[in-house]
C-alpha cells in the first residue's frame, strides 16, 4: 500500500512539474504556443468543450459507437471464422493465402475507398475499424487454438472424451488468453481506424474535430483532443486489465 | 490383508481364473509399407489377474509406452497378435480403462476439485455425483483443503496427487500408469508411492504400472516385466513376494528388497547388452 502510495506520488509530482514547466516556459516565450500550445489552454478549450457549449460530447460519442459497434462486429465474426478454421483445416488451408493478402493491405489506405462505399458517416469509421480488428482477432485466435498443450489432448483422448468435449473443455479454455489478448489490441484498434478515418473525412467524431482543429492552427484544442484520444486509449487498456484478471484468476 | 485372494472381498467365483489384461504374442510395427518401419514390440506375452499389479521395466524406446497405448487403443496403427482387456479388444475411449502419464496434464484453468473431476466429467457423470466423489478422493490423496485451488499454486508433488485423484475417481478397473512420478524429486516420489499403494489397496484395480525407476517396480508390484532393449521382447517375468501392506519407506532396510534390486538390474543388462 504503502509503496504504491509513493509511486503514485512520484507520478502526480512528476506530471504537476511537467505542465508547470510547460506553461512557465510557453509564458516566458520560449515555447511557441502555435506550435505546443499551453496548458491552461488546453483546460480552457476541454472546459468550454464539455461544460460550458458540450459540443466535444457528442464527438465523443461518435467515435465511441463506432468503435465499438466495430469491435464488437469484427471481434464476433473473427473468432467464428477462427472456430470454423480450426474445425475445418481445409477451408483454413484455402482461405489463408486470401487472408494474408488482405492482412497485409495497409488498411488506413483503404479508408477513401470505404468512404466511397460506405459514405461519410458512422459506416466508413466502422468499416475501416473492422478491417484491422478482424485480423488482429482472427490470428489470435488461430495460434491460441493451435498452442493448445498435445499433453491435455493426448490425456483427454485416454480418458475418454469426445471431440466435441475435447473442443470446448480442452481447446477452447486453453485458447481464451492468447485470444483475449488478441481482443485487447484489437480495441485499441478500432479506435485507432475509426479516429483514422474520421481525420479523413466525417461528420462528426474526435478525428474530424482534430482535423478541423488542425487545420485552423488551434493547437490548444489539437493537444487537448490528442490527450483526450490518449485517455480514451489508456481506459481501454486499463478496462481490459481488469476484466482479464477477474476472468483469468487461473494464470 | 498380506495375500491377495484374501484381500479381495466378495471376489466372484470364476473371476479369477479370467485375466484382467491379456497379451498373446503382441508385435507392433509402425509405419508398416514404409521405408522407415520400426519394430518397436515383438512377442510380447503376459497377462494380468484382475486387482494384480505388474510393473513394466525396460531400456528407453523398448516400447512400455506402445503397449500401453495399445491396450488403450488410441494408436492408429494396428499390431499383430491378440490384446484383450476385460476379455475384450481394445477400443478408444474404453471406459474400463483410466490411464495416467508423466506430466500431470492438469487443466490450468480448472481448480484441483475440476481437474480431478475432469475424467468422469467426460464420461458423462452428473456434476453433483463427480464432484462428491472428487472431492472424496482429494480427501484420499491428502488435498481435501485444495480442492478450490488452481494448479499454479500447487507443488509439483501435490499436482501429482491431483492427477491421482483424478485416475482413481474414475472408477476404471484397470490403470495404466506410464512413469506417474517419474518426473518427481526421490522425496516426493515415496510419499506418492504409499498414497498410490494406499489407493490400490482401497480400490483394488488392474495396474499396468511403467517405471524406469527398480526400487519402484519392487516396492510396488506383485510381478515386474522386463524387457529387452528394441525391439522389445519380455526377459523375465519377476513375481515379487514380498507381504503386503508394503511400505516403500521400510522395503529400503530390507534385505530381499536388495536382492529382488540386484536380480532384476542384472536382467536390464542383459536386455541392454542383446543389441
Ligand atoms: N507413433 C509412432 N510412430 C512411429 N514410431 C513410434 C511411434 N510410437 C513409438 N514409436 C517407436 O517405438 C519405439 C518404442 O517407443 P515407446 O515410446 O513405446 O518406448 P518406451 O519404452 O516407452 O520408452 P521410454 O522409456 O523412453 O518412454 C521407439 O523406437 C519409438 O520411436
Ligand atoms: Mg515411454
Sequence with gaps: MNKTFRLGLGHAVFIVAFVAVWELASRAGMLDPTFFGRPSGIVAYLWNGFVVERNLWNDLFYTILAATIAFWAGSIAAVLVGLVFAMLPRVHKACEPYLTLLNAMPRIALAPLFLLWFGLGVGSKIAVAISLVFFIVLSSTVAGIKGVNSDHLVLSRALGAKPRDIFFKVTLPSAVPVIFSGLRLGLVYSLLGVVAAELLAAEHGLGQVLAYLQSTFDMNGVMALLFLLAFLGLSITVAMNWIERRLLVWQ | ?275
Design chain 2, 1 to 275: 490383508m498380506n495375500d491377495m485372494a484374501a484381500a479381495r472381498p466378495n471376489g466372484a467365483p470364476g473371476a479369477a481364473a479370467a485375466p484382467a489384461i491379456e497379451l498373446n504374442d503382441l508385435t507392433m510395427r509402425f509405419g508398416v509399407g514404409t521405408a522407415s518401419t520400426v519394430l518397436a514390440v515383438d512377442r510380447v506375452s503376459f497377462s494380468l489377474a484382475p486387482g494384480e499389479f505388474v510393473s513394466l521395466i525396460g531400456p528407453s524406446g523398448c516400447g512400455k509406452t506402445t503397449i500401453l497405448n495399445l491396450l488403450t487403443g488410441l494408436l492408429a496403427e494396428e499390431p499383430e497378435g491378440d490384446v484383450r482387456v476385460l476379455g475384450k479388444p481394445p477400443s478408444a475411449g474404453n471406459p474400463d480403462i483410466a490411464y495416467m502419464l508423466a506430466r500431470d496434464s492438469l487443466l490450468p484453468w480448472r481448480s484441483a476439485l475440476g481437474n480431478a473431476a475432469f475424467g468422469m466429467e467426460v464420461r458423462g457423470v452428473p456434476k453433483k455425483e463427480r464432484e462428491r466423489h472428487a472431492l472424496e478422493l482429494l480427501k484420499e490423496v491428502g488435498l481435501g483443503d485444495f480442492a478450490d485451488k488452481y494448479p499454479k499454486a500447487l507443488s509439483h508433488g501435490m499436482r501429482q496427487r491431483c492427477a491421482l485423484a483424478r485416475t482413481f475417481a474414475l472408477d476404471s478397473p484397470v490403470l495404466l500408469m506410464d512413469e506417474p512420478f517419474g518426473a518427481l524429486d526421490a522425496q516426493t516420489k515415496l510419499t506418492l508411492e504409499d498414497v498410490l499403494m494406499r489407493l490400490w489397496s482401497a480400490h483394488r484395480k488392474t495396474v499396468v504400472f511403467v517405471t524406469h525407476d527398480l526400487a519402484e517396480a519392487i516396492a510396488l508390484s506383485d510381478r515386474v516385466v522386463v524387457m529387452s532393449a528394441r525391439p522389445g521382447r519380455m526377459i523375465a517375468d519377476v513375481p515379487i513376494d514380498l507381504p503386503r501392506p508394503r511400505s516403500v519407506r521400510k522395503l529400503q532396510s530390507d534385505h530381499r528388497f536388495h536382492e529382488y534390486y540386484a536380480h532384476l538390474w542384472g536382467l536390464l543388462e542383459q536386455g541392454v547388452g542383446d543389441e
